[in-house]
């Protein structure tokens, strides 16, 4: 038995990696309908040999409709979400839109599935940091309950669109270019002034990242909000608590950009109510669905290595010299596919899996 799918925002970076994951694991799709704005309607993009073209969403287009994957941005799942209901689909929505909505389930497959039994027609994928964070910590989790995460991020400019990624091949190859014409003086940087050419600014200037990218970090993804957190922190302290049904557990994150093209990087601290062994630690993440774990501590995971990699990566996992409650992991995963579309998918095969669709 095949269902109808929509994929809203098909023509960006986390649609187009939904489309190739929908081949990959061949989810039964009986008829494939792909949406965008105007802009981008008339496209065609491929779908297992065949030419399909991108349809302008508007009022009618989730007639007849199973399952509506949305990856167009907040304003649009909540303009659309409620009319692809409405017409009968179940919407499985990527952007922060319904998250934090009480009637709307926030789901990690392979942290709380059962918690698609009571969605009502809008189930949220959660955000692409929270979601390699908690696929890693669940195993610790069920050892012991954790009480306290310090996370730090390091995110691929993916996660802010396929603009950010132009901007971040621009500026490299600008100042690249100019570091070439520099190069007999290249013993001594501060020297090679491309900062104070003319028209380095506007090259140089913010975009999708507020800050110079390429060559640097940027402590600052989405807008500021209260006591000094940016939204996309407040995202991995109150969905970690939702999906994880545990508000005693504190979390403090600080989400920086860094100039890589896919792959977020996590480096976690937490706390646990009692004492593990690291062998338990590592026998739990060995074991866990959706895991991959580097025990060697000498070798360890990088963005270059989970590009197109189904798992998180997990790697130099440690424990606190202080605190014997206390341990450290490294984490990567692939932020297009297993921390947006990837996700998506897998609600979607959990729902035919519970018989809820």
């Given at each position: 038995?095949?269902?109808?799918?929509?994929?809203?925002?098909?023509?960006?970076?986390?649609?187009?990696?939904?489309l190739k994951y929908l081949e990959e694991v061949n989810f039964p799709v009986d008829d494939l309908k792909l949406l965008a704005s105007e802009k981008s309607?008339?496209?065609?993009?491929?779908?297992?040999?065949?030419?399909?073209?991108?349809?302008?969403?508007?009022?009618?287009?989730?007639?007849?409709?199973?399952?509506?994957?949305?990856?167009?941005?907040?304003?649009r799942s909540k303009k659309w979400a409620p009319i692809a209901v409405?017409?009968?689909?179940?919407?499985?929505?990527?952007?922060?839109?319904?998250?934090?909505?009480?009637?709307?389930?926030?789901?990690?497959?392979?942290?709380?599935?059962?918690?698609?039994?009571?969605?009502?027609?809008?189930?949220?994928?959660?955000?692409?940091?929270?979601?390699?964070?908690?696929?890693?910590?669940?195993?610790?989790?069920?050892?012991s309950p954790i009480r306290k995460i310090v996370v730090s991020t390091y995110q691929a400019v993916s996660g802010a669109g396929l603009n950010a990624i132009k901007e971040l091949v621009d500026q490299t190859e600008f100042i690249i270019d100019i570091y070439k014409a520099y190069k007999d003086k290249l013993e001594d940087f501060k020297y090679i002034p491309y900062k104070n050419l003319p028209y380095v600014k506007?090259?140089?200037?913010?975009?999708?990242?507020?800050?110079?990218?390429?060559?640097?970090?940027?402590?600052?993804i989405d807008v500021f909000?209260?006591?000094?957190?940016t939204k996309e922190e407040w995202k991995m302290v109150k969905e970690t608590k939702k999906i994880m049904h545990?508000?005693?557990?504190?979390?403090?994150?600080?989400?920086?950009?860094?100039?890589?093209?896919i792959g977020h990087s996590e480096s976690i601290y937490i706390e646990t109510q009692d004492p593990l062994k690291l062998e338990e630690i590592y026998l739990a993440l060995e074991k866990a669905p959706g895991v991959k774990l580097y025990k060697d501590p000498r070798t360890y995971p990088t963005p270059v290595d989970v590009e197109g990699e189904?798992?998180?990566?997990?790697?130099?996992?440690?424990?606190?010299?202080?605190?014997?409650?206390?341990?450290?992991?490294?984490v990567v995963g692939d932020n297009l596919?297993?921390?947006?579309?990837?996700?998506?998918?897998q609600i979607a095969e959990s729902l035919i899996k519970l018989n809820l669709i």
């Open positions: 038995m095949g269902y109808k799918v929509a994929i809203l925002g098909a023509t960006g970076a986390v649609g187009r990696e939904i309607a008339g496209k065609y993009m491929e779908f297992k040999g065949e030419k399909i073209k991108v349809e302008k969403v508007e009022e009618d287009s989730f007639k007849g409709i199973d399952i509506a994957l949305f990856s167009a941005g907040a304003s409405k017409s009968g689909a179940i919407v499985i929505d990527n952007s922060s839109a319904f998250r934090m909505e009480k009637d709307v389930p926030l789901v990690v497959p392979e942290v709380n599935e059962k918690d698609l039994k009571w969605h009502k027609g809008i189930i949220a994928n959660p955000n692409c940091s929270t979601i390699q964070m908690v696929v890693a910590l669940k195993p610790i989790y069920d050892l506007e090259i140089l200037k913010p975009g999708k990242i507020p800050y110079q990218i390429a060559f640097n970090c940027v402590p600052h909000m209260d006591e000094n957190y545990d508000d005693n557990i504190s979390v403090c994150a600080t989400c920086v950009r860094v100039p890589v093209f189904n798992k998180v990566l997990v790697g130099r996992v440690r424990r606190d010299l202080d605190n014997d409650r206390a341990y450290t992991l490294w596919r297993k921390g947006a579309a990837q996700n998506a998918v």
